[in-house]
């Protein structure tokens, strides 16, 4: 069965401080991969979103980046943090197919100091 | 364009209620997708079920409904006799077939509180 790893789950970071999210996937090949940030009031935002190993699409420019070295690992980055950075991130995965439902991490807390 | 609207910000409701929530999408495309997803309180999201744009049965799962109706553009969900560990928030989403990476637009989500 496929399983999703998010890590860490939850980080208090300094404004001004560098990020790094990771997410892995096991049990799949090639999947979609995702980024949501979800802000306080729950609203789910898209990110980022990957094809393919390299392939980044970004939905929302902003102060974050996204990488995807290996198949089944996503990266969110950011060089500087801001305080409007803090929120929960949700990473997921999806199989490719369109009728498929994605499937999601834990989720990082995220706290902006 | 393409948008999904979850109109109650919040319900409360007691133990043993039924309690249906509401989700309206807009979208011209013909071809599409529904979903709803549950976040419990450790912030996780739970997938619910999925519904394409050509099928409009209903689907009943245990205590949870489903009720598609492209009439009216809405995918309402209920949960019967409502127990405590439902509380949650319930988000509704929308995928166009034409999305590329199949990306999903969620709705704000309901927050259900179902007290003792």
């Known amino acids: 069965s496929q399983t999703i790893h998010q890590w860490p789950a939850t980080l208090v970071q300094p404004v001004g401080s560098p990020l790094s999210l990771e997410c892995t996937v096991e049990?799949?090949?090639?999947?979609?991969l995702y980024w949501y940030r979800q802000a306080a009031g729950r609203g789910l935002q898209l990110l980022f979103y990957?094809?393919?190993?390299?392939?980044i699409s970004s939905e929302v420019p902003q102060n974050l980046s996204a990488s995807r070295p290996q198949d089944r690992q996503f990266i969110l980055s950011s060089k500087k943090l801001l305080l409007s950075d803090s929120g929960f991130y949700l990473c997921?995965?999806?199989?490719?197919?369109?009728?498929?439902?994605?499937?999601f991490g834990d989720g990082t807390r995220l706290s902006i100091l | 364009a393409q948008k999904v609207t979850q109109a109650q910000t919040e319900i409360s409701v007691v133990e043993k209620e039924d309690v249906t929530l509401d989700c309206v999408y807009e979208?011209?495309?013909?071809?599409?997708?529904l979903f709803w997803y549950k976040q419990p309180p450790s912030g996780e999201l739970v997938f619910l079920i999925r519904?394409?744009?050509?099928?409009?049965q209903n689907e009943i799962s245990g205590r949870y409904s489903w009720n598609f109706q492209k009439s009216t553009s809405s995918f309402n969900f209920t949960i019967t006799a409502s127990q405590v560990v439902d509380s949650a928030v319930y988000f509704c989403?929308?995928?166009?077939?034409?999305?590329?990476?199949?990306?999903?637009?969620f709705g704000k989500g309901t927050s259900l509180l179902v007290t003792p």
């Open positions: 519904r394409n744009s050509f099928d409009e």
């Open positions: 049990g799949t090949s090639n999947p979609n």
């Open positions: 979208t011209r495309d013909t071809t599409y997708y």
């Open positions: 989403a929308l995928r166009l077939n034409s999305n590329s990476g199949y990306a999903l637009n």
């Open positions: 990957s094809v393919g190993i390299g392939q």
């Open positions: 997921a995965w999806q199989t490719g197919i369109g009728n498929q439902p994605q499937h």
